[in-house]
């Protein structure tokens, strides 16, 4: 079945280095490609987000890349701040429904 | 304040008990979905609707129903038959194929 792989599972990283995080999903008609972030004991919030027909969106400190040929995209924080800590997962949207990566924990030590 | 609303934050059940989780959204959306969450893994879609009166299985829908009478209401029930409901319960919603947008979640506690 449709499967999306993201690595790694934790990272930790200095205050002010960036922080890339990578997805790779299998079903070759997923279109829509949004980043969640996640708070302890809240739900997900959509941070970033890129369609099929792009190959890379900036957001300030965020940026998303997509690879369709090789059915990579990734995350990019710039700058990271403490308030970055937080578990970060990735989504690929294409028959009727999300498929999620199994999320990220980012530490950002000051 | 446009949004997506769970009650309760959290939630006890004890054995044999079923029990309903709330989900309500104000954003005219059309699609609405569950997901459950357990630490340190993905999230899992348990049921979605893609319009009032009609939903379907998800990856995960065995011990859990829902009804969707009401385009801005989507209840979960954990029934009896899970047997291991303890996680965290996410509803979104969206429009067709569109951004999902996530509530804050319900913490389902087995007593």
């Known amino acids: 079945g449709e499967n999306v792989e993201q690595h790694p599972s934790t990272l930790s990283v200095q205050e002010g280095d960036s922080a890339v995080i990578k997805c790779t999903y299998s079903?070759?008609?997923?279109?829509?490609f949004p980043w969640y972030k996640q708070e302890l004991g809240k739900g997900p919030q959509l941070i970033i987000d890129?369609?099929?027909?792009?190959g890379e969106k900036k957001d300030q400190r965020i940026a998303v890349t997509l690879n369709k040929t090789a059915k990579h995209f990734s995350l990019h924080i710039t700058e990271t701040q403490p308030e970055d800590s937080a578990v970060y997962f990735c989504?690929?949207?294409?028959?009727?429904?999300?498929?999620f990566g199994t999320g990220t924990r980012l530490k950002v030590l000051a | 304040d446009g949004g997506i609303t769970q009650s309760p934050k959290y939630l006890f059940r004890k054995e044999g008990q079923n029990v309903t989780l709330s989900c309500e959204q104000n954003?005219?959306?059309?699609?609405m979905y569950w997901y459950r969450q357990d630490p340190g893994q993905g999230l899992r879609l348990i049921y979605y609707?893609?319009?009032?009166?009609?939903?379907q299985k998800g990856d995960i829908a065995e011990g859990y129903s829902v009804s969707r009478e009401k385009k801005e209401s989507f209840p979960l029930t954990v029934t009896s038959a899970q047997k291991n409901p303890t996680a965290f319960y996410l509803c979104?919603?969206?429009?067709?194929?569109?951004?999902?947008?996530f509530g804050p979640g319900t913490r389902l506690l087995v007593l």
């Open positions: 979104a919603s969206s429009i067709q194929e569109g951004t999902q947008y």
């Open positions: 609707s893609q319009i009032v009166n009609d939903f």
């Open positions: 890129i369609r099929s027909n792009v």
């Open positions: 954003l005219n959306h059309d699609a």
């Open positions: 989504a690929a949207f294409g028959t009727y429904k999300y498929i």
């Open positions: 079903d070759s008609a997923s279109n829509y």
